[in-house]
């Protein structure tokens, strides 16, 4: 379910104060009003409860009827879950990672968790949440286990079910849902909470509280926030974890370790959290940790699906059995985040895993057999990213006229010569025609022994006066370039980048994002320059002529669908990291020419899949 909580919010954002405590009593006193509850008779709850004399009661009257429209009069606890994460605010989401875990997501990981164990093991289960938020997996862990044993919540809350989060006010609201689930239950009292605000990262300090380890399941949506948005304190954090000594890791891959070392010799997790440790250079290091320490995990793969609302964020569901020593990974895609109660597992080894490279989980064993044919893409032909100017908008271009010596462009004169020709490949796709691609860049270089030099300044004043004249007046776009700084740059008017400036002969275009099987260009063109797309480059025109044949093919594109990064409306990327493995068969001569002579786009769609249909056969004969 959506949130759709526009009226209240928006009310919210305009008119009322933007303290905790305001907050927290507009949504307490409008949740028991809406319902009818009795308003409570505890310390904890009372708190919160807003009264007809109070200052705030007309602007309550106005947030129940905003609830109201936005929710009906059927408002749950589900809703106050949902008000109390989206009340965060945008600064807190960015340091803590807070986010709002659907509750279908939430009582799908519990029920995976809590498979098979009987009322007893419920009535003694140990439980947490080490990054509870606002509390959505406790207050469902704790409905299930009143549910399921009749123990009251106040037992359940003293004996069974833990929470530890970073913020307070987490804590609080943690606290507040809790006693509303125990109130409509008929409990009314102050209850005992194992509620603590802490850093789960510093659970390996001295002091930390013993009775916050040692769980029978641990449950939860580790904290998003990629390692640029953390504090130096954070980062300085990380380095305790093995699981964080590869790459510029995000928040959430630390979490998995600190889980394990929390749960008991026999105890279970589970979470959802990004999918991206699969494959990336940040999830290398808790990639080789979850396989030196062999436990049976399970994974379900949601690929491009937006679990959360507003958020682009790649997910999976993750469970790890401690009692399981099977070293193996059950691995499902569920790309429409259905969660049918018969999942079709693929069942992998870990030991047949490469840690170093990623886990190829989908398909496996038509993934590993390409992956395994002859050369793999990234040694059989170089490929490059387009020229970083980090100012598109200056230096490209589409001349509104030109004539024999200048590109008239922004009310300037830009001479011809230092100007060349620059396509975007990821538009390749959708255009048939490269030559309606070609743009004009401003390129302030010579070449010099296969070099790119940039032009001194009076160099530059006497060779391209009108050019220099126009950079200068960007001049203020210019020096905005890396947040300002741009100290390391030869000259302000260098590219803010030095990747691609001098390029081999030949070059392969090929779009960064593509939805549908490829459509790519050669081009005999040594000074042509790329941006924002890809090209593979050679000095061979054959190399890249037999290149083509083979990811312009529906093998290619098959491959890309199951192992490529996922993204909105069907796109896949082909990032260096995508493709990077996939294998080129070794043709021989006489095989090379077969393929560049077939036409027929069928005809060579077939003569390919039985090259690599050969080396599937291969590989499963060993």
């Not at 949504?27 to 009818?36: D, H, I, K, N, P």
């Not at 408002?75 to 990672?97: H, K, N, W, Y």
């Not at 985040?337 to 490469?354: F, K, W």
Request: glycine content about 6%.
């Amino acid at each position: 379910m959506r949130c759709s909580r526009s009226h209240t919010l928006t009310y919210l954002r305009h008119h009322v104060p933007a303290d905790e405590l305001t907050v927290n009593r507009l949504f307490v006193s409008a949740y028991l009003e809406v319902r009818g509850v009795a308003l409570p008779r505890a310390g904890f709850l009372s708190r919160f409860v807003i009264k007809h004399s109070d200052n705030e009661n007309s602007i309550l009257q106005e947030v129940c009827r905003r609830i109201i429209s936005d929710f009906g009069k059927d408002i749950t606890l589900e809703t106050m879950v949902q008000l109390f994460e989206f009340v965060v605010s945008p600064a807190d989401r960015i340091v803590t990672g807070a986010i709002y875990t659907p509750i279908r997501i939430r009582k799908a990981i519990i029920a995976n968790c809590l498979n098979n164990m009987t009322i007893e093991e419920l009535q003694k289960i140990h439980a947490a949440d080490i990054s509870c938020g606002c509390g959505g997996f406790l207050m469902d862990m704790a409905l299930l286990i009143h549910q399921k044993t009749g123990k009251p919540y106040s037992e359940i809350y003293r004996e069974n079910i833990y929470g530890i989060d970073i913020q307070p006010y987490a804590i609080e609201r943690t606290k507040i849902l809790l006693s509303l689930l125990a109130l409509i239950g008929g409990e009314d009292e102050d209850f005992e909470f194992n509620l603590i605000c802490r850093d789960s990262l510093d659970v390996r300090e001295d002091g930390w509280d013993g009775r916050y380890r040692n769980f029978d399941v641990i449950i939860g949506n580790p904290p998003y926030v990629c390692s640029r948005n953390m504090t130096d304190e954070t980062l300085e954090k990380l380095k305790r974890y093995e699981v964080c000594r590869t790459g510029h890791p995000d928040l959430y891959i630390p979490f998995f370790q600190i889980a394990l070392e929390m749960l008991s010799d026999n105890g279970r997790m589970g979470y959802i959290t990004m999918n991206t440790f699969l494959r990336s250079v940040n999830g290398r290091a808790l990639r080789f940790y979850l396989s030196n320490q062999g436990y049976s995990i399970s994974i379900i793969d949601f690929r491009g699906y937006q679990v959360f609302e507003s958020r682009n964020t790649y997910t999976c569901l993750f469970f790890l059995d401690k009692a399981d020593r099977t070293r193996t990974i059950q691995y499902a895609v569920d790309e429409n985040s259905e969660l049918p109660e018969a999942m079709n597992y693929n069942i992998i080894p870990l030991n047949v895993l490469d840690n170093n490279k990623g886990w190829t989980l989908n398909d496996f064993v038509t993934t590993t057999a390409i992956e395994a044919t002859g050369i793999q893409i990234k040694d059989y032909c170089p490929s490059r990213h387009g020229i970083a100017t980090l100012s598109n908008e200056t230096y490209i271009f589409r001349p509104e006229k030109e004539n024999d010596r200048y590109y008239f462009h922004d009310g300037f004169r830009i001479e011809r010569e230092i100007c060349r020709d620059v396509v975007n490949p990821n538009k390749l796709n959708t255009v048939d025609d490269i030559d309606a691609l070609v743009e004009k860049v401003i390129f302030p270089y010579y070449i010099e022994d296969g070099r790119a030099i940039v032009y001194e300044p009076d160099e530059m004043k006497r060779r391209f006066p009108r050019a220099f004249a126009y950079l200068k007046a960007k001049k203020k776009v210019l020096f905005g370039r890396d947040k300002g700084d741009i100290s390391k740059y030869p000259q302000w008017y260098a590219f803010g980048r030095t990747q691609s400036l001098v390029m081999p002969r030949y070059k392969l275009f090929f779009p960064k994002f593509a939805n549908m099987a490829l459509k790519c260009v050669i081009c005999d063109a040594p000074d042509l320059m790329l941006y924002n797309g890809l090209a593979f480059v050679s000095d061979d025109e054959r190399k890249l002529r037999i290149l083509k044949s083979v990811i312009e093919s529906e093998i290619f594109w098959s491959y890309i669908k199951k192992n490529g990064k996922p993204y909105a409306s069907g796109y896949y990327s082909l990032s260096g990291v995508d493709i990077k493995h996939f294998g080129i068969p070794e043709f021989t001569s006489v095989e090379e020419n077969e393929l560049l002579e077939i036409d027929d786009k069928n005809e060579k769609e077939h003569w390919l899949k039985e090259k690599y249909r050969l080396s599937l056969t291969r590989l499963s004969s060993r």
